[in-house]
């Protein structure tokens, strides 16, 4: 319950924690939300001799649609992804998975960019922005890069940050007309992470049909998972009973469970199928306007 | 051992403390300003009863660094009764039996604090939702769910 | 003047709002981790992360060099204090320290002591201890099989892991009846092992006083007398100079039962150093740990006729006690009350054998929210009545309302021994099957069938056993279960009164003022009630086992009773009547036929002080050792409908009716609250709450983030109603209520979900019911 001793370092702006970064190397943890960190620290499974809290550094909270595209800053909470009018409006699939994740005390605190840059594949929003097709923005000494989320994540708690980086935002295409989103998520009681979750996104075209489809699977794999297959054997098609069951099975194909605390591995593989299937039949209705 | 200053405003009074770095808001709270009020029932932050709000937003004091909280303002269960006169939520769980034991009771009025101020008027299930990160073992929560209901009630009449 | 009545003093059968609250509403609640003690020191275990190994060797040197650090105490330094082992409650023998080798993952090797929590914890993590590793014995039916490791080597004769054999019932008219049986069925089932978690984990401050002698312990104990008894009997700490304070506690459920390492190495480090000494247990402590319940693994089998008629019972039960045999059950009864199997039925014949095993896995077998292994026992007679119902094809509630005893066979001597004190099980059945609408549900599930659509309804009509003694036949370590009240009125005419139970949020402080309200007349807000302090509350056995309202509420009448007595002859006086005109009516002492002359109880009370009768001793006081005759035998009817979603085995409770039989409610706000909360665990113990081993007996989910506690979301809404059937041996007929939801809640969950899935030829599904769980059985039926 009493982490191990560290020096603490509050940078007041993004140039000054990366410099801390690069100085401290290996040595040093960045601390935003808080939620996966100090409790691996509380635990004494994580010791690092340098914290960077980042939580002070002005000008990463905000939350903007921009040249096409949704901007989440490194310090917005799931709180405020909750609380947002646009999320609301323009991307279900977000705001299903943010209510699900652990509770409103976590929620206020933990970030977006922290929940997918702990590498953890049983965290929610990797398997949403894989769906969604996101883009990381990563400073860090060498500078700014772009890396699209499928080159993110590396193995389990690695990403492709290096150690002198910072995730500083989200960056997420506004969907066409006509597209919708839902995360399905089975928990062992709420505000667990995931036994199997599933993350569906969908653009129909103007004869309804699937134009494309993006699917993202939490926990189901040493990483996140994206059911290209899946994905793909969507588009051009029709919604419809068929179309959705062999995305599913693609999906379930696609997924590597292995059987643990949360249930076996035959289950795990059954869910991907029957959770993929209920998550693109709401995100069909959402993009046909529905609920 | 290297230490250093701490100063929260809690409970609308500045207060300050010499702690190292590590040193967990909770233990700031209870160890050094003695405000046992907040409790500590898990090493997980699972259990929510070191509920507190930071600058007005709930939060685990158990997962936060009192170092972080420099400078800004921490509300707990000793702040809930204003001018001698309890909180109509501190009403209503005497009220509608909405403790046991009393362990859970701090957290869980501080998250009920917050759900009503974002939603004066819940329904139970989003009482419930609103909840759902501070765990009682002793009440079922029902009456933890009519405890806020008649603090809801309270209130709105009060703003009326 | 207003006319006195319960209403107005807030007596038996009033909703009063709980004294208790106002300091826990306000965050003045003093729990156990509140005392700071000037100049305290505070200890941490170093704990085994193997589940049976030997320890070559304990290297301290390091945890030593880290600043702050005073002492690491290990099994040698307590050897020489002859502290190194202490009895647990059931006789056995547990190491304090892990000497020669450890026998379960977390147990306690080494205790760091220092001058802060941070330090000690710093210390405990640089303590070194070599280890090589033992064959681990985690399965209870392994451990008995020839040439299986014998893990107690250190009890001398000890030649396997078998502890002992307990037997209820005659077995061979029971073997006869089941050689005549029209209709036999069996079920093996486990009841898992599970952890309490009381919110609140536990921990002491021991402060030693050189000077005085005196040593204060304030302890998270259910029991404070009789732990401090305990701690006289194996420590150098004697009884007069000791004192336990059992503060608030954040809740016990046989938690806080047991005597743990961690109290008598606090009481050693503060003896030693001449400093208090303060240790509160991690939450992974406190699961990895301390008392564990339940972990029976039992076969049932039930005789009957072709029409129902059920004949006999059977039951072989393997108990799992983990390392130690430290489980919580009176000393003459190993396998506590489980003979109470025989459950809310008339039955002729039972046999019940018990045989408990050694594992290298933590000690326990606390009373989790039951008297003493009552849930095990309800659990597989109400699954199996269901059994019988399938094989019978008859509906669940007829095939109970056959075999219920008759309220006219009360009391009734069960087949095993019990007198069971009263009840009328159809009554109260009739009204949960009128609240639930159950025909009704029974159309609505056929209807859903032919749709492939899953419901069940799952009934349990169960029987609690609770509130020993009596004392001849029930005692812990010899200490006779019964318990003390005593009362003083002061001359004003308030009253504090005292107990020798403990509270852990049950309320005592304002039911135990109920009663005392209603025996005296005088207003509950004028009563004050303390427990917990052993310098001040007379002795008694504690809290657990639901027997606070049936021995001390009991001793609280018979105390005031008491009092009522004297009393009555010091009105007489001032009366100017002889006693024999006194009575005691509307709460006062009034002159036979003459209303308007009377004394209240205050102004007797100020009389007893100041005007008594020549011959009389002064004061209006009573002490009470309350010895009951018999147990209670609270009861009820649950009835459960769930509806599972067929492709993933979710399940979610749509209603669930409780209808409870404590006999007389003293406040029902606060008997409703014991009814939730004991439903809610018993709904957490049906779906989720397990503690989990792999093969080298390593705890999987030792922690709050995988031992499953359900949010408020997961929870169900609870409708409770009851019935009143007076307890005809208690003084104010009262009968105890803390747990008969969490007894009798499992098996209706368990038989809602069985029962869904009976058409497809389900008979059982073992607890907790994970959605896997359901899944697996529809995917092998084909229809997942």
Redesign the interface.
Known sequence: ????????H?PGSLADAIGLLKQHGDEAKI?SG??SL??L????FAAPAH?V?I?DIPGLDYLKEEGGHLRIGALVRE?DLEASAVIAAKFPLILDATKLI?????R??ATIAGNLAHGDPANDHPAVMLALDAELVIEGSGGERVVPITKFFVDTFETALASDEVLKEVRIPIPPAKSGGAYFK?E?????FA?VGVAAQVSLDGAGNIQSAGIGLTNVGPMPIKAEAAEASLAGKAPNDATLQQAGQLAADASKPVTD?R??E??KR??VK??TIRALRRAVSRAEGGN | MSTVNVTVTVNGVERSAEVEPRTLLVYFLRDHLRLTGTHIGCDTSNCGACTVMLDGKIIKSCTLFAVQANGKSVKTVEGLAENGKLHPIQEGFKEEHGLQCGFCTPGMMLSALELLQKNPHPSEDEIRWGISGNLCRCTGYQNIVKAIQYAADKMAKGEA | MAETTSESLGGIGQSVKRKEDLRFIQGKGKYIEDFYLPNMVYGVFVRSIFAHAKINSINSDAALKVPGVVAVLTEKDLAGVNLAWMPTLAGDTQAVLAGEKVLFQSQEVAFVVAETQAAAVDGASLVEVDYEELPVVVDPFKAMEPGAPVLRTDKEGQKDNHIFTWEAGDKAKTEKAFQDAEVTVSQKTHYPRCHPAPLETCGCVVDHNAFTGRTDIFMTSQAPHAHRTIFALISPFKEHTTRIVAPDIGGGFGNKVPVYPGYVLSAVASLVLGRPCKWIETRSENIQSTGFARDYHSEIELAATKDGKITALRVKTTADHGAFDAQASPSKWPAGLFSICTGSYDIADAHVQVDAVYTNKAPGGVAYRCSFRVTEAVYIMERAVDLLAVKLNMDPVQLRKKNFIKPEQFPYKSTTGWEYDSGDYEKTMNVALEAVGYDQLRKEQAEKRSRGELMGIGISSFTEIVGAGPRKQFDILGLSMNDGAEIRVHPTGTVMARFGVKSQGQGHETTFAQILAEELGIPEADIIVEEGDTDTAPYGLGTYGSRSTPVAGAAAAIAARKIRDKAQKIAAHMLEVSEADIEWKDYKFQVKGVPGKAKTMAEVAFAAYTAIPDGMEAGLEAVTYYDPPNFTFPYGTYICVVDIDSKTGEYKIRKFVAVDDCGIVINPMIVEGQIHGGLTEGFAIATMQEIRFDEGGNILNGNFMDYMLPTAVDTPHWDLDRTVTPCPHHPIGAKGIGESANVGSPPAIVNAIVDALSHLGVTNIEMPVSPWKIWRILHEKGVA
């Open positions: 319950m009493i982490p191990p001793s560290f020096e603490y509050a601390l808080g939620h100090v409790p620290m509380k635990m004494r914290i809290d939580n709180a652990a509770d409103p005390q976590v206020n605190r089975l062992r009681r709420v505000g667990d036994i605390n249930a076996p035959d289950y059954a869910m029957e959770l």
